[in-house]
């Protein structure tokens, strides 16, 4: 009797225990969301972007499920483009109601990576703030390869995005440390920083 007692608390307790309730909050082309409700199986989360093309700035922030590895804090620097994107994650109902502030982008850290302009790679872009890594990628999106080289934080070379391909995108990136260590393509597998150039529609990863 005690068994079956037990058996019935675990079968009603333990689906609650998986599901946790979260908002949600993807904004669209406007940059604008409204709140709802999803429910998710590991954690809930929001983040904001911060992201400079060509000296416009832009600022995205959203809510959605999410998991250990996709709450990072970090910076991406690609010359022409570069953005930081601060994460906040917890697992309790609706513990996602505010959204983190940007991260601000960092002063010159003396390290410096090669960059790409056109597909031409042979530039040098000059790393910000916590960017201790030297970033290559290749991205394919909407049937367009791109290539891209930069610097990075560490935290965003080692996270796993492996959801973006959900998005269409597909491609290799490669982290190293040291100065202008990025002269050739990378291979390790890994889809983080294929965030950028869906930024302005996708920031969740």
């Known amino acids: 009797m005690k ?3 037990t058996l019935a608390l675990i079968s009603v307790l333990l689906p609650k225990a998986l ?6 909050c993807i904004p669209d082309v406007s940059g ?3 709140d709802t409700q999803t429910v998710c199986a590991d954690r809930c989360g929001s983040a904001t972007a911060l992201v400079n093309t060509a000296g416009i700035e832009q600022k995205v922030s959203a809510k959605d499920c999410a998991v250990a590895a996709e709450c990072v804090n970090g910076s991406l620097n690609l ?4 953005m930081t994107i601060n994460t906040q994650c917890c697992t309790t109902d609706r513990c996602n109601t505010q959204v983190p502030a940007a991260l601000p982008f960092g002063s010159p850290n003396g390290k410096k990576c090669y960059t790409c302009v056109n597909n031409d790679c042979t530039g040098t872009v000059s790393c910000l703030g916590g960017e201790d890594q030297c970033v290559s990628a290749t991205a394919t999106a909407s049937g367009v390869q791109v ?4 610097c990075a934080s560490r935290s965003l070379c080692t996270a796993d995005a492996s959801s973006m391909q959900a998005a269409g995108i ?3 990136v490669s982290c190293c440390e040291g100065n202008l260590c990025n002269s050739a393509e990378g291979v390790k597998l890994s889809l983080l920083i294929m965030l950028v150039p869906l930024i302005s529609s996708v920031l969740f990863i």
């Open 170 to 172: 597909t491609g290799s």
């Open 19 to 24: 599901t946790l309730e979260c908002y949600r």
């Open 79 to 82: 010359g022409l483009m570069k």
């Open 32 to 34: 604008t969301c409204t």
């Open 147 to 150: 290539t891209m080289k930069g």
């Open 3 to 5: 068994l079956q007692v």
